[in-house]
Every structure is written in structure tokens, then in C-alpha cells.
């Protein structure tokens, strides 16, 4: 079913002005609240607007000093601090910049304005997410259920702190913490319900974008998510981010994305971000030239910046540019060794140089840093693939399924291993689940066919081959072997005839030199033979003659049967 197209309302001048000034003070209000990952986003959108009257306009605005916090229009709908609450909140503030998370709820222990409130209870969910991850020794482990426990009473009572209040008695942020304990709790509509609300409070901290984002899973979730925010938030232009970003992530149609995106592409056209998210874009639809140029522009604006430098480096590898894959390695491991998209980076120089043992270990220190990145368990999937460990392969496949179920290559991964253990009645379900996820892309339903042709339901993976044809066109004729070879095997030789002839036809009208030239020009020169139909089958018999064994000396074979029969007819005929 093909998605339906919203076009999206047109952002003029105005728009973009008042979306600058409500960047800027999100700026001041975001790091307040020490919530770095929002401000940041914040700071990048912002350096991206500049056509030319925003930017004569950008030079008369005077800038928002931290002393005007204030005066911001969300903190000013707050109460204001005491004296002693404001130095209590800049000590606990120090401390929290520290990683001191403990300290600072001590420090503002038993004050319940709203931004006390909220540094208090983040910090002692940070806190209990900290003693969580000391207490995995290995990556592979399972929380024990002692320290499973002991994580969920720490969240639970922060949890019950919040619950307790009226959800309009709680400001945004402390909504967008509650939403967040909700999600780990796995009340995903009340979560929903809470991180809406804490949007349309202040609608500028990403944070809670990217957790509402984490409910969304599905088409359907998407565009009723995008009917409630338009209805809700009409004008706001910080959701077509959301949106253009959550589209790629679960794999949407282009079209889709696109709605969001263009917009913004206009707007925004030398925001670095913007540049990023078309590159990732362009390598998910298999666009690899434009994703490489794009990744490159942005290496050159900004060669420090770590963001989706992971993705460039899976392009790189998939590419073959060792070169530049290796001078992004050591340029990266340069800037920060210890960032989880830098062991990634180097993790795939090393697998590019075929040093999988040396790529592992990079990987599993990717994951120490961050055990929910996905992309790291993906790709250390395949790396235990290269190396033949099935189980650990399939380990690490689940657990990018954990954290990312419309992960499309952990599902292929596992659909691969299940395959490679003998096991194709398994495998066709993990393969199923790709071609939901990539309804367009060729190699999922090839897979799925060679599974069913496996099981020997041959209608079946006829079925997936001609679906996996109508995907790819480029490719079609690789698909047509395999359905040649499909029908041969059921003794429908027409059909067979037919598929090799089309796939012969396109494989030496784009001169190209394959074995499965020789493989059809045989079954092709056997079955005119049949016919009687000499020079047909003495010519398909000849392309065989150019491949190596066993299609050379079958060539052979078959040109002599031909003339030996052809000889027989004649002194029969006479």
C-alpha cells in the first residue's frame, strides 16, 4: 500500500525569524538544564540558517546574553528562583557537569521548583543508568535479576516523585522525564501522551523529540503521530525535522521524506545537519556517488564533527575506498578515541583491511561506550559471520532488534546465519521481516525466494523472484537465472527457455562476462537440440566455449552431439 502524500505548509521569511529567535533562547534554556545533546542540536540548526537577508538580519540582532535567561519566553511562564535557589541550582549545576550525579541530588534535595526539581530527578536517573552499566561485566551479559531490581526500584522511585504531581503542575522538562520513564517502563501511550504534552509546553528540546521518536515504529504510527502534531502544533517547524529524520529511521518511502525534507533543504541548504541527514538519505536508497560528495562537502565545512561519520565509513567500506576509510580513521581516533562512532570508523578500517579479529574488538569497545548503539551490534554481527561464529553472530543481531526493530540489516543478519546453520525454514521468517521493512529492495525478496527454492516450495520462490525482478531492474537479469533455474527444475523447459534467453539477451547487450553466459548458452543449446534446430543450438553452444570448466569442455560436448546428429538426420534423410 503506498503511503499517502501531505504536502507540508510552505515556511516563509517570518517563519524562519521567529524559528531563529525561539533557537536561540532554547540554546540558554537547554543548557541550563544541562541537557548538552538538545543545546547542541539547537547550535547546529541555528549556524544553518543564512540566506542573505537572514543573515543581514542575524547581524542587527543582538545576541541573547545568559544574564537575559529570564527573559526567555518559557522561563519567564515559571516561577522565579530564590536567591538560595539559584545558588543551590548553580552548585548543583557545577556538579552535574562534573558527572557528580548523586551529589546533585543530595544538593537539591526536598526543593520542588521546576528546574530544581527536574536537575534533581535527571541526575538520579543518570545515576542509576551509571551503576546499571558498571554492573555488566561482559557485553554479552544479562542483568542479573538482583541488579535488574535494583535498577527498576532507583527509576521507580524517581517515577513515583513525578506521579504524584498533576501532569499540568509539571513543567515541560520534568513531562519530557516522566514520558522517558514511562517508555522504559513500556507504557508506550501514556508515554506518548505525556512527551505531546511536554512538546506542546516547549516544543524546542530535541531530547524529547528523539524519545517520542522511539514510540514510532510503524507507518501507521507515523502519519497518525503527524495528524495529532498538525492539528496540535500547526506552525511549528522544528517537527518537519522530526519528521524528515524519523522517515529514514524506519524506513519510509522517499516521497515521504522528501515532504519534510525539502523545505527545510531550502531553508536550511548550508546546514551542516541538513547536509547529513540527505547523506544518510541518499546511502540508505543505495545513491552511493551522491552520499559520498555530500559526506565529503561535509568533511571539508567541518572536518571535526563525529556525527553520522560511522555511516560515511560503512559507505566507505562498502565502496572499497580503503584510503580515504583509513585517513577518516586516524583523522577521527585524532579528534576522540574514546567516541563509540570513532571505534566504529575504526572498526570497519580494520574489517576493510580484513582484519576481522582486530574489527571485533573495536566493535565490543564501541558498545562499552554505549550499549544501545545498534549500528556497532549490526556490523559485529557480520563480523562473527566472516567468522563463521553463528551464535554470537545471531546474539548480536538480537540485540540491534532490541534497540531498533526496524533495523532492516540486523533482521537480513539473521535471516543469513539461520541460512549459513542449514536452517532455511527459520531464515524465511527473519527474511520476511526484511521485505516489510524494505518492500523495494531487490536483495530482500532474492533472499527469501532462494530460502523457499531451499525448502523445495519452487512456486513459492518463483513468486519472491519476480517480485525481486520488479525491484530491480538493473539486476533483472541475475533474477532471471534464477527463475531460469527455478522452472528447469519443475520441467516447465519453455518457461526455463525463455528466462535464459531474456537474461542472455541483456547480459551481452551490456557486454558483460559471466559464467551464467555459459550456463544459459548450454540450456539454451540443449534445448533447440531437442528441437532439432541445429544453427540455434550450435551457436548458443559456442558462448560456452569462452568460460573455463566445466562450460568449456560441455561446450565441447554438446557442439559434437549437435553434429553428430545433424550427420545422423542427413544420411536417415537420404
Known sequence: MSETYRPIRELNVGDIDAFRSQLRQSILICRERCLTLSAQWATEILDGITTKE??????????????????????????????????KYQYARALFRMQQY??????????????LLFLRLHAKY??????????????????????????????DTIYQELKQFQEDKLDAFNLYLYGMLLRKKELNDQAATILLSSLKKYEYNWSAWMELGALVTSKKQFHDLEQVLNERMPKSIIKNFFFARRALEINLSQETFWNFMTPLQFHFQNSIYVKSQLATAYYD???????????????????????DMDIYSNLLYLQGSRMKLSVLAHQCTR????????CCIVANYHSARGEIKESVEYFKRALALDRD??????LLGHDYIELKNMHSAIECYRRAIDVNSRDYRAWYGLGQ???????????????QKTTELRPNDARMWKALGACYALLQRDREAIKWYKRAAECDPDGKHRIMIQLARTYDKLGENNVAADYYRRALDRYVEENQETEEIAEAGLFLARYHLEKSEWIEAEEYATAALDYNFPYYEDGKSVLEEIRARRTYETINST
Open 285 to 307: 536508497w543505495f545513491e552511493y556517488n551522491e552520499a559520498e560528495a555530500l559526506f565529503d562537502q561535509i568533511r571539508q565545512e567541518n572536518p571535526c564533527r563525529l556525527e
Open 126 to 155: 543518570l545515576a542509576a543508568e551509571k551503576r546499571k552499566n558498571e554492573r555488566i561485566q561482559d557485553m554479552f551479559d544479562v542483568i542479573s535479576d538482583n541488579s535488574h531490581s535494583k535498577n527498576v526500584d532507583e527509576l
Open 54 to 87: 537572514e543573515q543581514q538580519q542575524q547581524e542587527e540582532i543582538p545576541i541573547i546574553s545568559e544574564t537575559t535567561l529570564i527573559c526567555t519566553d518559557y522561563e519567564s511562564s515559571l516561577p522565579s528562583l530564590t536567591e538560595k535557589e539559584h545558588c
Open 373 to 378: 548503539y545498534h549500528l556497532a551490534w549490526t
Open 335 to 342: 579528534i576522540d578515541k574514546y567516541r563509540p562512532e570513532t
Open 102 to 115: 548523586d551529589n546533585v541530588a543530595f544538593i537539591l534535595n526536598g526543593y520542588t521548583a521546576p528546574r
Open 417 to 431: 546465519a539461520y541460512e549459513i546453520l542449514g536452517l532455511p525454514f527459520y531464515a524465511t521468517h527473519y527474511y
